[in-house]
């Protein structure tokens, strides 16, 4: 494991050992969109892009998830707004689901994890800003995508424990990949990963088969309430 933490320039908050002990319990990914996925930029419609390096990161976890379990990990983008290019990430790599014009984010969570009966505590969270606290105080895992310009806000998370690890690139320089290379590299078989998805063998075969099943659904919160779009 010490090799394998020697790459990643983030801090770890939460010590490696018991990082890797909390993902070995995770069942669902979940991430914010704005300011993770990029850097918080909109264009005039509204919405803000991703990037392909980030998307690929995605896909990678999901298989190294299922390379462990045999099944699809339950992996959910919440944000406080609504974006297109959200919406197209999540139906092309076959998401769950993407909650969107959520403000108190905590019930989006609350709703994941009735629908797919799993514990905050098996939730890894990615995020960045203040509206995520609600969800990053009460999940297993929480990753920090953090910004120059507010160290008072990182310094709330870290001492309010709501927060293990804080990424040293930002939203538009490949945060989630990096989220996503150190989950996978916790689990021990990143090379296999790898290997099998550069080699597209059986075993990514059936993964990406089972994947490519899951049909991605949309929500929003309407009077208190989280309702399918």
Not at 79 to 96: D, I, P, V
Request: with cysteine; hydrophobic share 35%.
């Amino acid at each position: 494991m010490t090799e394998i933490i020697s790459h990643f320039k983030g801090i770890f908050v939460t010590e490696p050992l018991q990082l890797q002990q909390r993902l070995s319990h995770v069942k669902a990914y979940v991430f914010d969109w704005d300011g993770v996925f990029n850097d918080g930029m909109k264009d005039e419609h509204g919405s803000s892009p991703f990037s392909e390096v980030d998307s690929m990161g995605t896909n990678l976890l999901r298989y190294n998830f299922y390379q462990q379990h045999k099944n699809i990990p339950v992996v959910a983008i919440i944000s406080g707004e609504q974006n297109k290019a959200a919406n197209a990430l999540a139906t092309r790599e076959r998401f769950h689901s993407v909650y969107g014009g959520i403000k108190f984010k905590v019930e989006a969570l609350n709703h994941i994890c009735s629908t797919y009966d799993i514990h905050p505590s098996e939730v890894a969270f990615v995020f960045d800003d203040v509206l995520d606290l609600s969800i990053a105080e009460k999940c297993g895992v929480r990753i920090m995508v953090p910004r120059a310009c507010n160290p008072l806000l990182v310094e709330f998370a870290v001492q309010n424990n709501m927060v293990d690890y804080l990424t040293a690139c930002d939203g538009s320089k490949g945060a989630v990949r990096e989220a996503t290379e150190l989950i996978s590299g916790l689990s021990g078989i990143y090379q296999e990963t790898l290997h099998n998805r550069m080699n597209f063998t059986e075993s990514y075969r059936e993964y990406l088969s089972t994947r490519q099943q899951c049909i991605t659904r949309f929500y929003t919160s309407r009077e208190g309430k989280i309702t399918e779009l």
